[in-house]
């Protein structure tokens, strides 16, 4: 086993142990510093994810997006890549892919320079470096829209000093990690 998936199983571990934990507080820190952060004010659309149980809650900043710009959220495909679709109404997500809740794949949106993406990993370090869940989906996506602003998120215990990385793995421009932006 390699560095990278010691550390996965490791912080999967930690996941377990944690999951009766309540990060509620620390999640709603890190969404009221996003949406006070100039960079959700100015963008048009937001691209992020439906938060699964060991990610941030970011559900309240998904809710402020569509009401007051626009929302896209990711489907994951067979063939290694993600696609964004427009979201309308969060109850219209379903379980797709690794029991991941997705949205209708009815609008098909790309960024733009005005929009922004918060992506989820398994852990982040203070320079943008992160550790995604192993399949290359989010790494091929900014490998091919590059450029525009990155934001990723974790919570505290994903915080990390050093994380093992390879040529193809890519960073974020920053994190934000407990209301705290890095």
Known sequence: MDAKQALRTELRRQAKRLAASDFSHED???CDAL???SAYKQATMLFAYAPMEDEVNITALLEHAIANKALALPVCKEDGIITFFRVENLASLTAGRYGILEPKQEL?????????????????????????RGKGYYDRYLASNPGFFTIGICRSHQLLEDIPTDA???????????GVFY
Do not use: F
Request: net charge positive; glycine share 8%; proline share 5%.
């Open 108 to 132: 098909q949106v790309e960024p733009t320079m005005h929009d922004l993406l918060v992506i989820p990993g398994l852990a982040y370090t203070r320079n943008g470096r992160r550790l995604g």
């Open 28 to 30: 709603a820190m890190s």
């Open 168 to 178: 193809w793995d890519k960073s974020v421009r920053t994190v934000l990690c407990a």
């Open 35 to 37: 949406l006070q952060s």
